[in-house]
């Protein structure tokens, strides 16, 4: 007989909702099968206000408030809660209370035979699906209608990874509530950036490696998108990443520096475009990105001129408007001022626009 048993109902992801939908669709199974195990105390922690109605007097209730996620996948933080303290999160690797104390999740406590993720990105319609525990990453974008051509696929906290298409066949077994697809018109760096700030977010800064690490990451990542990327930046991220590994106080850490890694390890050369060659080929980056005006759309009708507060086009009426690339800052204002669609965004490839305004033949 367990000492305790505890049903871990906290969403881990705040961007997927995983556990609370689980939550309302298994409620009296879910307090069933708790009873069921045999122990001493039976607790569920649970999102506050989720539990509508009456629960067996057997059961103890705790009810915590949403303002944290990745923290209430870990154990020892779990059982924190159970002391009424702050969760705190650790390696959780006592063997000799895992014997007393069993904390599980909805879906070990219920057995369900698929896993509930919610998919990001490029699906068709981002939302939570149910999917084979191993599974190829093929099969996940099957089941998400992606359309687009593929780029990569971000599985979240506590698996943190992001792949390519190449290990689109190889099986895996997943842990995690959240998945992101990458495609051609998304920037891997952009998404890590984004990644890193949830990570950041996360953190619950009690660890040098793994909060200082992860805001080092974090302004890293930014200075590369922000066009003050050095060549030693990959070099110094896959340092921090192995120093964090072996240093962080806890998986959360772990697994930033293993997003970090697997991005580089199958993104490099696209993260060293953004370095060396100053490009952002999926034009995300807006820094590296420019705005041209297509001669063959350009009316000359003026009202560029008036909502660039730059003053970086130069143009009169029934003119071709030229962009002066060193005065614009890519706000895109103009772009969204041009009603005749003549203004476009350019990564790598330019489009090839006059030097000075000459005359519209429109
Ligand atoms: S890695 Fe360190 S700072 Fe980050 S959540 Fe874990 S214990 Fe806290
Ligand atoms: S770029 Fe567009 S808004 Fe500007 S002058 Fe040409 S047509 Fe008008
Ligand atoms: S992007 Fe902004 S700064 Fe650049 S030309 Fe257009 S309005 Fe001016």
Sequence with gaps: MKEIVICNAMPI??????SPILLEENIDKLLTALLEIDAKKHYLIAP????????????????????????????????????GEKPIPLFYNDKTMEES????SIEELLELSEKRVYIAGAA??????KIPKNVAPRTILGACGVKTKL?????????GFLLDESKLDETIELTTDYIEVIDESDCVLDCLLSIANRFEQESCGRCIFGYEGVTQIRMILSDITQKKGKTTDIALLMKLCEEMKHQALCEIGVSMANTVTTAIDFFQEEI????????CKAGVCTKFVTYHILPDLCTGCNECVDVCEEDAIEGRKRFIHVIEQEECIQCGACQEACEEEAIVKAGAGKPRCPKKPIPCKR
């Design 13 to 18: 992801y705040k961007e997927a909702p995983v």
């Design 272 to 279: 060293e475009e953004h370095i060396t060659k100053k490009s």
């Design 48 to 83: 506050k206000g989720k539990i509508e109605g009456g629960i067996p007097d057997e059961i103890t209730l705790i009810e915590l408030e949403g303002d944290a996620g990745f923290t209430y996948g870990n154990h020892s933080a779990i059982l924190k809660v159970l002391e």
């Design 151 to 159: 780029k990569g696929i971000f599985f979240g906290y506590p698996m």
């Design 101 to 104: 104390i069993a904390i599980l």
């Design 124 to 129: 068709k319609s981002p939302g939570a699906y």
